[in-house]
């Protein structure tokens, strides 16, 4: 049986005979193990929470940092939204984002930096709405500050800013800090209609990826990273974050285990989703893996499969320059020197991430069964593939045919 409390209640969950422990107001329990892990430097040292003692010290320091938190507003009369967004979307300070990571839910560390910057480069610039106590804020407050990041930036920025401000506000209604929502009612703008991403056909793949040769690309690095990106549907952030231990060339498979959780391409952590996955890999592939390892210096376990000369991993502008660059050589984007006036140079929106729409296409119009394909490029729902599904005449043509079969005698 639990032991309950206002403040909290412990459990013991076999096999692991592990304490799990929840705060008020939390939505589940959470380890106290992790919790121990996750602010170890909150500890004067080590503690066992396999023991009731050690997990009721967890649970102190658990409370003390919700303590904390609510400590740092002054009364909820007096609150006002730049008093919650001092420390929102902070990874290791925001409440939103420990409440989350403390029960255990997915938020990433680059959706939050890039919460952050939306806060502090928008948001808190809008003097009138973030000076305003919360308790007094009403619904046109709301829009009026919406109308004023319309006349600044983008509708998708907008709306960005409009989900932050919901979720802090929230946040603050969960704790008990403010009672009322002004933000109800307060809709998204709606955005100019969003350019379907690009496929290539087959017969550009193979200009793009000749029998021979390297074809538009480089030098074979450049023809291996997106052949990779082409034949598997692996995203780029999975590509450049590819290790020599993760790839099989006896086999023929890639295990998609890690993957950058930024835009900077530093931090590495699980794929998307924390969807680890399989993938195997075409014979082609295999070769020309096989050919970039013996050419290269960096073949460790540890080491990338794709690297600069001094085995550091390739960066976005490399990644993009060098898919333009090739496209461009095979006609399928403009030189920009040969445009004319308010020409589109990629009138297609072809793009890296073409590779991935391309693959899932092309093996959905062929009739391969839709939930391995999701399982290779780790998707959980057919809706998401479905976004990811461009069907054209090409692919649906014999369609025709099969009509043609249901009026004949």
């Given at each position: 049986?639990?032991?309950?409390t206002e403040q909290f209640s412990i459990i013991l969950r076999p096999p692991s005979k592990v304490y799990y422990f929840k705060l008020a107001g939390?939505?589940?329990?959470?380890?106290?193990?992790?919790?121990?892990?996750?602010?170890?430097?909150?500890?004067?040292?080590?503690?066992?929470?396999?023991?009731?003692?050690?997990?009721?010290?967890?649970?102190?320091?658990?409370?003390?940092?919700?303590?904390?938190?609510?400590?740092?507003?002054?009364?909820?009369?007096?609150?006002?939204?730049?008093?919650?967004?001092?420390?929102?979307?902070?990874?290791?300070?925001?409440?939103?984002?420990?409440?989350?990571?403390?029960?255990?839910?997915?938020?990433?560390?680059?959706?939050?930096?890039?919460?952050?910057?939306?806060?502090?480069?928008?948001?808190?610039?809008?003097?009138?709405?973030?000076?305003?106590?919360?308790?007094?804020?009403?619904?046109?407050?709301?829009?009026?500050?919406?109308?004023?990041?319309?006349?600044?930036?983008?509708?998708?920025?907008?709306?960005?800013?409009?989900?932050?401000?919901?979720?802090?506000?929230?946040?603050?209604?969960?704790?008990?800090?403010?009672?009322?929502?002004?933000?109800?009612?307060?809709?998204?703008?709606?955005?100019?209609?969003?350019?379907?991403?690009?496929?290539?056909?087959?017969?550009?793949?193979?200009?793009?990826?000749?029998?021979?040769?390297?074809?538009?690309?480089?030098?074979?690095?450049?023809?291996?990273?997106?052949?990779?990106?082409?034949?598997?549907?692996?995203?780029?952030?999975?590509?450049?974050?590819?290790?020599?231990?993760?790839?099989?060339?006896?086999?023929?498979?890639?295990?998609?285990?890690?993957?950058?959780?930024?835009?900077?391409?530093?931090?590495?952590?699980?794929?998307?989703?924390?969807?680890?996955?399989?993938?195997?890999?075409?014979?082609?592939?295999?070769?020309?893996?096989?050919?970039?390892?013996?050419?290269?210096?960096?073949?460790?376990?540890?080491?990338?499969?794709?690297?600069?000369?001094?085995?550091?991993?390739?960066?976005?502008?490399?990644?993009?320059?060098?898919?333009?660059?090739?496209?461009?050589?095979?006609?399928?984007?403009?030189?920009?020197?040969?445009?004319?006036?308010?020409?589109?140079?990629?009138?297609?929106?072809?793009?890296?991430?073409?590779?991935?729409?391309?693959?899932?296409?092309?093996?959905?119009?062929?009739?391969?069964?839709?939930?391995?394909?999701?399982?290779?490029?780790?998707?959980?729902?057919e809706k998401i593939q479905d976004n990811y599904t461009h069907f054209s005449i090409d692919h649906l043509g014999e369609q025709s045919q099969m009509?043609?079969?249901?009026?004949?005698?």
């Amino acid at each position: 049986m639990p032991r309950k409390t206002e403040q909290f209640s412990i459990i013991l969950r076999p096999p692991s005979k592990v304490y799990y422990f929840k705060l008020a107001g939390w939505s589940s329990y959470k380890s106290a193990q992790v919790f121990f892990d996750q602010h170890r430097d909150r500890f004067p040292g080590h503690l066992n929470c396999k023991t009731k003692a050690d997990t009721l010290e967890v649970v102190r320091i658990a409370i003390a940092i919700q303590e904390e938190s609510k400590r740092q507003l002054p009364p909820s009369a007096q609150v006002k939204l730049k008093d919650l967004l001092k420390d929102a979307y902070t990874w290791d300070k925001c409440p939103h984002v420990r409440r989350l990571r403390d029960e255990g839910k997915s938020i990433a560390r680059r959706h939050v930096q890039d919460s952050r910057n939306i806060i502090e480069s928008h948001i808190l610039l809008c003097k009138a709405f973030v000076n305003k106590p919360i308790s007094q804020m009403r619904r046109s407050d709301v829009l009026n500050f919406r109308s004023f990041m319309l006349d600044r930036v983008g509708p998708r920025t907008v709306n960005k800013a409009l989900s932050i401000v919901k979720a802090i506000i929230n946040e603050a209604i969960f704790q008990e800090i403010i009672d009322r929502d002004p933000t109800v009612g307060v809709g998204k703008v709606n955005m100019a209609e969003k350019k379907e991403p690009g496929i290539f056909t087959k017969d550009e793949l193979l200009l793009l990826f000749p029998e021979n040769g390297i074809g538009p690309w480089k030098g074979l690095l450049d023809h291996v990273v997106f052949l990779t990106a082409a034949s598997t549907g692996m995203r780029r952030s999975e590509i450049l974050a590819l290790r020599w231990k993760n790839v099989n060339l006896d086999e023929q498979y890639i295990n998609v285990v890690e993957a950058f959780k930024d835009n900077l391409l530093t931090e590495v952590g699980k794929p998307k989703w924390g969807q680890t996955r399989i993938v195997p890999i075409p014979k082609k592939l295999v070769t020309r893996l096989q050919e970039l390892k013996d050419q290269s210096q960096f073949t460790k376990d540890s080491d990338f499969v794709f690297c600069y000369k001094d085995g550091t991993n390739l960066g976005g502008t490399w990644w993009s320059k060098h898919f333009r660059a090739a496209c461009t050589a095979i006609g399928v984007i403009k030189d920009k020197k040969t445009l004319k006036e308010n020409e589109d140079n990629n009138p297609r929106n072809l793009t890296p991430h073409s590779f991935r729409h391309t693959l899932n296409t092309l093996l959905r119009s062929s009739g391969h069964d839709s939930g391995k394909i999701r399982a290779t490029l780790g998707w959980t729902t057919e809706k998401i593939q479905d976004n990811y599904t461009h069907f054209s005449i090409d692919h649906l043509g014999e369609q025709s045919q099969m009509v043609e079969t249901f009026f004949r005698q």
